[in-house]
């Protein structure tokens, strides 16, 4: 077994869903061309979708292209879009495998060459500094130069991002043990984000981070908030290399203010949401999370 199939087997690539069952099939097999193959298992928790998309899980379940497949009852009360967070973790605390890769169907990957990326990344998963390897996010974030094409962040998405199993663990553990052992009683104080919150805290508060891969347009991993038919039209727009460089790199931009979502025109944050941001990256802004951080990061 070669060396590229050997690591695809040791990944989990596990998602919370919820709709565009329309392009789920399409979607799902570019992300096996973009890992260069089936990982070892696919895991897919569902938030309550309706039927025609739960019959294109089927079919994909029965095709051996889904491993293990959870669908909840939309009237159930964790399909709550505020409490999405717990299909999220669902989705990778009965994961499997070493590494857990995270995606999201409305999420568009596309490589040509750089076949022994995964690979590359896994190893770089064993350095103390690196929580996960990711890229493209859709805003901008403080960063620091890593090597060449390579570069630090301390966020971490779950529409696309690669990490031990046992790092998950530890940081639900961390920052959300207690909440998840009262069975998600109440309220979090991270909300909706609680994974990706928490890694953040997690990265923070243990002096790791994301390394990010630089995109090029043979390198791309852009979210695209699309559903239905437009996500299917922005998939063809996307394969075809249409205007992908205006979306490259969104996290190293100097525009704290603009969101991009491929296919979508720039989205501006209020003046109030700018001031945040600026304020995060400030020594108020560490003030801030430390204080946090003293109050113990648990569920309100």
């Not at 990982?39 to 897919?44: D, M, S």
């Not at 974030?141 to 390579?150: K, V």
């Not at 790791?208 to 039209?233: G, R, V």
């Amino acid at each position: 077994m070669s060396e590229q199939l050997s690591k695809l087997s040791e990944v989990s690539m596990v998602s919370a869903n919820f709709g565009n069952g329309l392009a789920y099939r399409e979607i799902l097999l570019d992300w096996f061309k973009f890992l260069g193959g089936k990982p070892g298992e696919v895991i897919v928790v569902d938030g309550g979708s309706d039927r025609d998309t739960q019959k294109v899980y089927w079919e994909l379940y029965q095709e051996g292209l889904i491993d293990k497949l959870q669908i909840i009852a939309s009237h159930h009360q964790d399909n709550d879009k505020e409490r999405c967070f717990i299909q999220e973790y669902t989705a990778g605390a009965i994961a499997s495998k070493p590494y857990v890769l995270w995606f999201k169907i409305d999420t568009l990957p596309y490589r040509e060459g750089h076949d022994g990326w995964l690979e590359e990344a896994i190893d770089y998963l064993e350095r103390d500094e690196i929580f996960a390897v990711g890229g493209g996010f859709n805003r901008s974030f403080p960063h620091l130069d890593a090597w060449t094409g390579w570069y630090f962040i301390q966020a971490c998405t779950i529409n696309f991002s690669l990490m031990k199993h046992s790092t998950f663990v530890a940081v639900m553990e961390e920052f959300a043990g207690e909440y998840i052992a009262s069975r998600f009683e109440g309220t979090h104080q991270f909300g909706r984000f609680l994974l990706e919150e928490a890694f953040s805290a997690y990265m923070e508060a243990h002096n790791q981070y994301t390394l990010c891969k630089m995109e090029d347009p043979s390198w791309t991993i852009f979210h695209t908030n699309a559903q239905d038919e437009y996500l299917q039209e922005v998939r063809e727009k996307y394969l075809a290399r249409e205007d992908v460089k205006t979306f490259m790199n969104a996290a190293l931009a100097k525009d704290i203010s603009q969101f991009l979502y491929y296919g979508k025109p720039p989205v501006r944050s209020s003046m109030i949401q700018k001031m945040r941001m600026a304020l995060g990256e400030t020594k108020v802004g560490d003030y801030w999370r430390e204080l946090k951080k003293q109050s113990g990061f648990r569920e309100t």
